[in-house]
């Protein structure tokens, strides 16, 4: 069954598109930045992990390489058959109960700041609902600077341009966001709705679900650990 388009989000540029605009061929050729060693900084050797918006496995397989356990999950099934050396399962993230749980359960790609505040709330359950006791939640969230000095691009190391092009108010806290990807050989653009978070915001967020920040792993705030309350 082919899954609907997100409410405010879509994708243009060749190859399969995801309901939330993401361009399966786009992410596949992106680059890996510090994320995998941040993740394996902050848990215990050959943890099983539990990656929720997995994507293609830009963050599965240096963690895979890493000695770690991992299961995938995407919405996307094309998404999905990029992965390997994971167990992969095909489910919206809000929806997964899987009936175990995991040393380390993994949201990052600022999927904590979705617009759409039911579906923060679920995927916020569903990362309570499967971190083992004495485990814990990394979550990525959003610089301070997201939202503003706009347009703004960078030149990735991997030879293309990224530009976030605008960040416009789209009602009840919410941002309608355009990005550009430009490679030599296409052109990507993703639009997506995302939610703002102060800190408050977000600790608050975190506490509806049951969890608690544990401590903030990178100088910026971006990525944090968070435990069961």
């Not at 299961?71 to 919206?92: F, K, N």
């Not at 039911?118 to 990362?127: H, Q």
């Amino acid at each position: 069954m082919e899954l609907k388009t997100r409410a405010g989000h879509q994708g243009t540029g060749p190859g399969a598109i995801t309901p939330d605009g993401c361009a399966v061929e786009l992410y596949s050729r992106l680059t890996i930045g510090p994320e995998p060693d941040i993740i394996a900084a902050a848990v215990p050797p050959g943890a099983r992990i539990l990656e929720l918006g997995s994507g293609v496995g830009r963050m599965t397989h240096p963690l895979v390489e890493r000695g770690f356990t991992v299961t995938a999950v995407d919405e996307s099934p094309e998404m999905l058959a990029r992965v390997r050396g994971a167990r992969t399962i095909c489910s919206p993230i809000e929806d997964l109960d899987l009936g175990e749980t995991f040393d380390v359960v993994l949201l990052a790609s600022f999927l904590v700041h979705t617009g759409d505040v039911e579906v923060r709330r679920g995927l916020l359950r569903t990362c309570a609902r499967h971190v083992a006791e004495g485990g814990c939640v990394l979550i990525q969230r959003e610089g301070a600077d997201y939202h503003s000095d706009l347009p703004r691009e960078r030149v990735d190391p991997g030879g293309f341009t990224v530009r976030i092009l605008s960040s416009e108010p789209a009602g009840d806290g919410v941002h309608s966001v355009r990005a550009e990807y430009v490679f030599p050989d296409a052109i990507w653009t993703q639009t997506f709705r995302a939610r703002p978070l102060s800190k408050d915001e977000f600790e608050q967020a975190l506490g509806e679900a049951g969890l608690t920040v544990d401590r903030y792993l990178t100088e910026d705030g971006i990525w944090v650990r968070a435990m069961s309350s």
